[in-house]
């Protein structure tokens, strides 16, 4: 079974100063790892994701994300965060010995970015 | 423009009246899916759909039906809704493959069970 924890409900920084929202995961296999964003009243937008090779990846409006397999972590970040940044983030796990179709989301983090 | 398609966006109805969220997408993907999105247990899985004909239950499966007739539709169905169904609902769709996986969602179908 997989499943999916982001230990924190909200995160809040002032805008430029460096934002981290945590991730961390248990699967059976290995994983595939994915980081959401959720503006208010719309659906949810794929930031970026880990299949393998380079534990940095970086994807999109500056973010960037470090997978950690000893830790199980898979912490989202950016160096200097944009007012316009607020929003929900979810991380997501889909486990490769698990059906293909199956993804588990955690809880979310509501990030809050201050001018 | 690529997109996924939901309806309708907002919805009240009454307990044990059945009614279908519809989800079209445009991509010719294979892979479609249900969530509904609660506050503080984030999105859980309803059901997924490997290809035409091909579905399978998520983590929350009780109480929906789905049909995978066609490649682009993926209707959601509650055949007599109850007030534990008032949620947010996502379609979401992806191409199937290694290297992929990423999901694209529709802009979500707000429910209300009374």
């Known amino acids: 079974a997989q499943s999916v924890a982001q230990p924190e409900d909200q995160v809040k920084v002032a805008e430029g100063n460096p934002l981290t929202v945590k991730c961390t995961y248990s699967?059976?296999?290995?994983?595939?790892l994915f980081w959401y964003v959720q503006y208010p009243n719309r659906g949810l937008q794929f930031l970026l994701k880990?299949?393998?090779?380079?534990?940095l990846v970086k994807g999109s409006y500056g973010f960037e994300a470090e997978f950690n397999k000893s830790q199980t972590s898979f912490h989202l970040k950016k160096p200097s965060a944009l007012v316009s940044d607020s929003a929900l983030y979810f991380c997501?796990?889909?486990?490769?010995?698990?059906?293909?179709?199956?993804?588990?989301f955690g809880a979310g983090t509501q990030v809050v970015v201050t001018p | 423009e690529a997109q996924v398609t939901q309806n309708p966006r907002y919805l009240i109805t009454v307990t044990g009246k059945k009614l279908t969220v519809t989800c079209s997408q445009n991509?010719?993907?294979?892979?479609m899916s249900w969530y509904r999105q609660d506050p503080g247990l984030g999105l859980r899985q309803i059901y997924y759909?490997?290809?035409?004909?091909?579905?399978d239950k998520g983590d929350v499966p009780e109480g929906y039906k789905v049909s995978r007739k066609e490649k682009r539709n993926f209707p959601l169905i509650l055949e007599s809704p109850s007030p534990n169904q008032t949620s947010l609902y996502f379609c979401?769709?992806?191409?199937?493959?290694?290297?992929?996986?990423?999901?694209?969602f529709g802009e979500g179908s707000r429910l209300t069970v009374l």
């Open positions: 699967v059976s296999g290995n994983p595939y």
């Open positions: 997501a796990v889909r486990d490769i010995a698990d059906s293909w179709g199956k993804f588990q």
């Open positions: 880990y299949i393998t090779g380079d534990n």
């Open positions: 759909s490997m290809n035409v004909e091909v579905t």
């Open positions: 979401a769709s992806s191409l199937k493959g290694i290297n992929t996986g990423e999901l694209f």
């Open positions: 991509m010719n993907h294979e892979y």
